[in-house]
T-cell receptor, first 112, second 113 residues
């Protein structure tokens, strides 16, 4: 069975500061990894994904995540956050690309 | 190309009533997934359907819950005899192929009074 642990439920930061949202997973087989973002009262939007190949993946809005197989981690980072990045972030894993298993979520709050 | 549509966006039901949640996938998508998000929790997988077939229902509660995705029309998640514990946000996602990227709808927020 697969599982996902997001180690921080709340991450408050100041605008333009760097941020890291942590995600660890467990699975007995190779996995696909995803980060989704959820703004208030909206559905989830895919931020970035790791399927294979380069272990460093990037999104169009400055986020990046690195797949670390030995540490079973897929932490999300951004070097400088904006107020508009305030949202809930979910890490997810899938063994076959269909059924997604989500972490509990991390609320990122960017303060001025 | 419109995104995944879900309706209603908000649904209030009294205990014992039935709730019907509808999901229209993106055009060209024949794979639909339902997830439930309880308050203060992440999303939990419920069921995976293709047109006229249930592929994986391992996340569905054993009683009162059912889902369908007919040849024509939206996918329906049906909850019979709702209880307070069913209050949650229910999200639908669709993908064009098995294992493809999932696109999520805005969700239906069910409140059971």
């Amino acid at each position: 069975a697969q599982s996902v642990t997001q180690l921080d439920s709340q991450v408050p930061v100041f605008e333009e500061a760097p941020v890291e949202l942590r995600c660890n997973y467990s699975s007995s087989v190779s996995v696909y990894l995803f980060w989704y973002v959820q703004y208030p009262n909206q559905g989830l939007q895919l931020l970035l994904k790791y399927l294979s190949g380069s272990t460093l993946v990037e999104s169009i809005n400055g986020f990046e995540a690195e797949f670390n197989k030995s540490q079973t981690s897929f932490h999300l980072r951004k070097p400088s956050v904006h107020i508009s990045d305030t949202a809930e972030y979910f890490c997810a894993v899938s063994e076959d690309g269909s059924r997604l298993t989500f972490g509990e979520g991390t609320q990122l709050t960017v303060n001025p | 190309n419109a995104g995944v549509m879900q309706n209603p966006r908000h649904l209030v039901r009294r205990r014992g009533q039935e709730a019907r949640l509808r999901c229209s996938p993106m055009k060209g998508h024949s794979h639909v997934y339902w997830y439930r998000q309880l308050p203060e929790e992440g999303l939990k997988f419920m069921v995976y359907l293709q047109k006229e077939n249930i592929i994986d229902e391992s996340g569905m509660p054993k009683e009162r819950f059912s889902a369908e995705f007919p040849k024509e029309g939206p996918s329906i998640l049906r909850i019979q005899q709702v209880v307070r514990g069913d209050s949650a946000a229910y999200f639908c996602a669709s993908s064009p192929v098995d294992g493809g990227e999932q696109y999520f709808g805005p969700g239906t927020r069910l409140t059971v009074t």
